[in-house]
């Protein structure tokens, strides 16, 4: 299985900034795209934004402008830098991977999910 440690998540003022990040295992043998997707309260889980490992980018419209995706290929690492944070930016972040990884003499390909990390913005 693989697992995406995400972290950065935290209770920030209306106008600050912030910046998350999501790590793939070592073993990972390739990366297609890594991207960030929002849940707020009652709401269903979107896009915030994705990059593929050739460094093309697409963003949720709310956030264009304010928000920055970068992959780092090396580290097998995605960074979301958030600027300009309003109340409506109130979330469970998840960062999301499409991958191949090679266990016990076969390669798997798929999508995968971290476990969330908490961003607050208080007005």
């Known amino acids: 299985q693989v697992q995406l440690v995400e972290s950065g998540g935290d209770l920030v003022q209306a106008g600050g900034s912030l910046r998350l990040s999501c790590a793939a295992p070592?073993?990972?043998?390739?990366?297609?795209?890594m991207g960030w997707y929002r849940q707020a309260p009652g709401k269903q889980r979107g896009l915030v934004a994705t990059?593929?490992?050739?460094?093309?980018?697409d963003y949720e419209d709310s956030v264009k402008g304010r928000f920055t995706i970068s992959m780092d290929n090396y580290k097998k690492t995605v960074y979301l830098q958030m600027n300009s944070l309003t109340p409506e930016d109130t979330a469970v972040y998840y960062c999301?991977?499409?991958?191949?990884?090679?266990?016990?003499?076969?390669?798997?390909?798929?999508?995968?999910w971290g476990q969330g990390t908490q961003v607050t913005v208080s007005s």
């Open positions: 070592g073993s990972i043998s390739s990366i297609r795209a």
């Open positions: 990059v593929t490992s050739g460094g093309s980018t």
């Open positions: 999301n991977a499409g991958l191949t990884y090679y266990s016990r003499g076969s390669y798997y390909t798929g999508d995968y």
